[in-house]
């Protein structure tokens, strides 16, 4: 599941140390050998998700069976109203969000995954071509498998401000080095660009006798992050205001793995984060805003949720604070504001802006964290 891409210098994984290079062979291991398919799964970590949107599930019955037996991911990390942006998939093992997000985004997109272990990248660059081509029918693929390492992208060649959209399903938990995954995240994308993603996230710190058990790590569960740890590592990287858009609690099926784990508890959370520098503060501040969805993102043309307590119906005008107006298209920066029109400016300033409860997820079923919008 460790899905990570480019040329893997075996002297450079030495180099950062025996705990990283320990890891990433765990990883390889049990994602390569171990398991055959998403049916040896030990825990719901790696299936831990709701019902995907029907264009998705449409998308979904396209990709090759191969492809599909070979996923073990923990959500649908992939927005729809995507078509000509370009993509990049963290940990793209076997391909099957690729695929999907390739035909989304048309043949005037592109596709970019990246992935470390070998057994996974054959499965993924074995169909491409085929499927854009003959099942998708276009001309040329638009998709690139790449081998490497997701905290180290440019080795893998990945330009600064290169990609409008970054993907990962279920993949940063399997990192010996999570703030470096988040960090070059910001860095490939572009202004207005969001790192849309699905992982396993703790409600504590774990000890050690689960984070160094070796099945919990490849079930994602060891390398969870705390949720308030993770929210000060984004915000570090610069994603100043991370939204939950879903939350699942995980469910540790073997009894023996779950008496390790003792009381702590694990969740799928589907985060958005947006690259919008200068442009988000750490609080959610009134200026007396309000935004009005077009309706145009397919699959969604009556209203549109951007998080767990932002459903905005389509034409009717939706007070919002500074942040969520730079996340919709203040600006014309974000990658979605072809779809919003934002009304007023930040001229005035009301103090903060009064969030209410959220209508799509409960207390129980979404952790969490972030600011109060």
């Known amino acids: 599941m460790l899905r990570s891409i480019f040329r893997a210098r075996a002297p450079r994984v030495q180099s950062r140390g025996s705990s990283h290079t320990k890891t990433f062979e765990s990883v390889q291991e049990y994602y390569g050998k171990v398991l055959a398919t998403n049916n040896d799964l030990k825990t719901t970590a790696c299936t831990a998700f709701d019902k995907p949107h ?37 940990g793209s093992g076997s391909g099957r969000d690729a695929y999907i997000a390739s035909d989304l985004v048309g043949q005037e997109g592109s596709v970019i995954g990246i992935d470390m272990t070998d057994e996974q990248l054959a499965v ?54 999570k703030p470096r995954v988040i960090s070059e995240a910001y860095r490939v994308l572009k202004n207005g660009g969001e790192f849309h993603f699905s992982d396993v996230y703790a409600d504590r710190r774990l000890p ?9 790590w490849g079930e994602c569960i060891a390398g969870a992050m705390y949720i308030e740890d993770f929210i000060r590592e984004a915000q570090k990287a610069g994603f100043d205001d991370p939204r939950v858009l879903a939350a699942t609690e995980i469910v540790v099926q073997d009894p023996e793995l779950r008496e390790i784990c003792g009381e702590a508890k694990f969740y799928s959370i589907t985060y958005r984060l947006f690259k919008l520098p200068g442009m988000l503060e750490t609080k959610c501040e009134d200026y007396g805003q309000f935004a009005v969805y077009k309706g145009t993102i397919p699959g969604h043309p009556n209203s549109f949720i951007l998080d767990d307590h932002h459903k905005l119906e389509t034409n009717k005008p939706f007070l919002v604070c500074g942040n969520t107006a ?4 203040e600006g014309g920066v974000s990658w979605l504001s072809p779809h919003f029109t934002i009304q007023g400016n930040r001229d005035t300033h009301f103090g903060l802006f009064d969030c209410g409860p959220s209508p ?14």
């Open 208 to 216: 050690e006798a689960v984070t160094k058990n070796e099945v919990l």
């Open 54 to 90: 029907p264009i998705i599930l449409e998308c979904i019955k396209k990709v090759p069976e191969a492809v599909n037996e070979k996923f073990y991911g923990c959500g649908t990390p992939l927005p729809l109203g995507i078509k000509g942006l370009t993509i990049l998939d963290l």
């Open 360 to 373: 799509v997820t409960t207390p129980a079923q979404a952790p969490a964290g972030g600011a109060c919008c």
């Open 326 to 329: 730079a996340m919709l298209g």
């Open 124 to 177: 993924a660059t074995a169909h491409s071509t085929d499927y854009c081509t003959k099942t998708l029918n276009y001309p040329t693929t638009n998709m690139t498998f790449k081998k490497g390492y997701i905290e180290y992208l440019d080795e893998a060649g990945i330009a600064d401000s290169s990609v409008d959209l970054v993907i990962s399903n279920c993949v940063q938990n399997l990192s010996p080095d």
